[in-house]
């Protein structure tokens, strides 16, 4: 059996680098492909930054590309969607990140080998698809718990409600409606600050706006693991079985 490596580069951070190597290896289990020996290597901010100092980056940025579709089968870029109006204006940006990222997807030397996903609306967006499992993370502190924890949390009448208010059918619709509006990191962080609430009632609300364990983005890579990947909640974010779709691609899996 030859290994096959999917490469995965969020340009614009190194949390959702490992984000997304957690979420692409979950889709991979989930389809039964995990036998196949296929390997997720995620690259982040770091290496974006490394590349874009130089005079001249976009070639920079294409000669890093070509060492990386070397050593795999495939490379997928993930960027952020901001909402309507952010994303025109980055369009619009020569040097933005979903500028950069077009350029690389329409050069015909990475035709069929480097791939965009841009995340509806933010990687908070695909974390969203699984609220039981964000709440698990906060109540879980063994990995063998985290089974227990799907399977007893939805009996209990409160943290069902809770769930079941936050958990959007559709989790790209979380958007700013307008820039520099409340989208999906804003709700998330709403959400952890009533699950805080609900695991501990006898916290006033001042205590849980300076909690600790409010969500911030550095937590991602944590709650990540907890995500649950199914039929169903690939089915609330289009974005995200998009990614599903190129990770199962001929053009990732095939061998080299």
């Not at 994303?87 to 933005?96: G, I, T, V």
């Not at 790209?172 to 009632?201: R, S």
């Not at 969500?215 to 169903?232: C, G, L």
């Amino acid at each position: 059996m030859e290994n096959k490596t999917i490469i995965v580069w969020t340009f614009e951070s190194n949390n959702d680098a490992e984000v997304v190597q957690h979420i692409a290896e979950k889709i991979i289990k989930f389809y039964g492909k995990e036998k196949e020996g296929i390997e997720v290597q995620s690259y982040g901010r770091e290496e974006y930054r490394a590349v874009s100092k130089s005079n001249n980056s976009e070639n920079v940025l294409k000669r890093q590309i070509k060492n990386y579709l070397k050593v795999s089968q495939c490379l997928i870029i993930i960027v952020d969607y901001d909402g309507n109006e952010s994303n025109a204006l980055r369009k619009r940006q020569l040097n933005s990140y979903i500028t950069k990222a077009n350029n690389i997807v329409l050069d015909p030397e990475f035709k069929d080998k480097v791939f965009l996903v841009i995340v509806k609306n933010e990687i908070e967006a695909w974390l969203l698809v699984d609220c039981l499992g964000i709440f698990c993370y906060y109540v879980v502190k063994k990995d063998d718990d985290k089974k227990i924890c799907r399977d007893t949390s939805l009996t209990k009448p409160k943290i069902k409600k809770l769930i079941k208010d936050f958990q959007k059918g559709n989790t790209a619709l979380i958007v700013e409606p307008v820039m520099g509006g409340k989208g999906a990191k804003e709700y998330l962080e709403k959400f952890t600050k009533d699950i805080l609430q609900t695991l501990n009632p006898k916290l006033s609300q001042k205590q849980i706006d300076q909690h600790k364990d409010k969500y911030t983005e550095n937590m991602s890579p944590k709650i990540a693991p907890f995500i649950e990947i199914n039929d169903k909640t690939l089915g609330r974010n289009q974005s995200l079985s998009d990614f599903k779709d190129i990770i199962l691609s001929h053009s990732c899996l095939q061998p080299t």
